[in-house]
């Protein structure tokens, strides 16, 4: 069974809003950052005497997300500037990252991410370093397979033209992707894909389409509760029917229902015509958005689902290293394993009354060694397991070490 954490900030984002114990709050604030870039790639390697990777891609292609993102000449804020991208426009590279990360503001947030060697499709000769979270991935692997850069542009151009604040842009950014992309092959339809959920989410987000509902939904309770339940009639009144026809669907959280975007329309159309390791993503994110397993900041499914959710994706990423959207899966199987072994505000590994492991963790503790013996999930899980049953199951100096050490670790990714 498949869930999602699911976050009051914004309801289409797969990690939610739920504080971590002990995270602090500027990095909650970067968890927080990646709802708002869901789709951003940040491809490292390892700039060292090390052999190549003969599983990475030899080609990969991006579109800038913001305007006149500057392309440096030297991986650094303060380098000299080549050249200004516009945003849209295509840029190519060899999946080149640099080892520093930086953190810089685009669209009034912050993100901290590596710089991306890559060269303008429209003007081979000027290549330099993009700041990683200002590009969209939209292809990874050979070049003789990749998507045609002008089919992509004229989206991009049509996109660019719709109003993010106007509900029916929804509807005209589908009906060109059902016309354009019907047939596509996988290459392209990935990066369709990428390109159309990337417009859909900032018309959640920026475009502020929350306002179409607020104070504006005659809902009864059934209604609600329909909602929640995710079997709601769209069509029973002209605003939700507007919601549903223009690629949104109803979220619910402290209280309100607003829009968020319909990964099952995305999985209906897309689902068929993507490359393998982009229908399984697809499959599993709408699963999860229309499954999530927190709500209004409580955990609403047993641990064993977050167990299978966190073992899902390290497989999946396992499987699928380059996949153009590895950034966000990785966040995915780090969050979720962190979850595991430093629990949550709402549920604590060490209850305040006891200050021992509950019974709960130790269940699922044991559910994820026997259901997954042969993952990084489970060798984490031993290991935290094994200190806190040599302590006794109490909190001691060396449980919170540990603890500690999770929290550095992932935020040091």
């Known amino acids: 069974m498949l869930f ?21 709050l500027s990095h909650m604030h970067r968890i927080h950052l990646l709802s ?24 990969f292609l991006y579109a800038a997300r913001v305007d006149d993102l500057p392309l440096r000449k030297k991986p650094e804020k303060d380098a000299i500037i080549v050249a200004h991208l516009a945003e849209g426009e295509l840029v190519e590279g060899k999946g080149e990252a640099s080892l520093n ?5 685009l669209r009034g947030a912050t993100y901290r991410s590596p710089y991306l060697s890559v060269s303008r499709l429209k003007d081979g000769t000027q290549s330099g370093w993009a700041f990683g979270a200002g590009l969209l991935a939209l292809y990874a692997g050979p070049r003789d397979k990749a998507p045609d850069p002008g089919a992509l542009q004229a989206f991009i151009q049509h996109l660019r033209g719709l109003d993010i604040h106007d509900l029916s842009s929804g509807l005209k950014a589908w009906l060109y ?42 809902f009864t309770e059934a209604d609600a509760r329909a909602v929640y339940q995710d079997r709601f ?60 397993i927190y709500r209004d900041n409580a955990l609403v499914v047993p641990l064993e689902g ?11 990423n396992r499987r699928y290293p380059y996949f153009i959207r590895r950034d966000e899966t990785q966040e995915s199987e780090a969050w979720l394993r962190l979850v595991l072994l430093n629990g949550t505000d709402d549920l604590p590994v060490f209850p305040a009354e006891s200050e021992e492991v509950s019974q709960g963790y130790r269940s699922a503790w044991e559910y994820v060694l026997q259901r997954h013996p042969k993952t990084e999930l489970a060798r984490r899980v031993k290991e935290m397991a094994d200190l806190c049953a040599s302590e006794g199951w109490k909190r001691t100096e060396k449980v919170n070490a540990l603890r500690a050490r999770n929290l550095q670790e992932y935020n040091d990714r």
């Open 101 to 105: 990360r930086e953190e810089l503001p």
């Open 177 to 218: 992707v059902e016309k354009h992309f019907e047939t596509a092959p996988a290459p392209l339809a990935d990066a369709a894909f990428q390109l159309l959920e990337q417009f859909l989410r900032r018309m959640e987000i920026e475009g502020e389409i929350w306002k179409v509902t607020e104070g504006k939904l005659p």
């Open 233 to 292: 009639d769209y069509s029973k009144y002209a605003i939700t029917a507007a919601i549903d026809s223009n690629g949104f669907r109803l979220a619910w959280g402290e209280g309100m229902f607003f829009p968020v975007v319909n990964w099952t329309r995305l999985r209906e159309f897309f689902g068929p015509r993507v490359s393998p390791a982009m229908q399984r993503f697809i499959i599993q994110r709408t699963e999860e958005y229309n499954h999530p």
């Open 36 to 59: 708002l870039a869901m789709a951003i790639l940040v491809l490292t390697q390892c700039q060292s005497d090390k052999p190549a990777d003969p599983n990475k891609p030899e080609y």
């Open 4 to 24: 999602l954490f699911e976050r009051k900030e914004s309801a289409s984002h797969p990690l939610g809003s739920t504080t971590m114990t002990h995270l602090p």
């Open 306 to 316: 977050v167990a299978e959710m966190a073992a899902w994706w390290e497989n999946f």
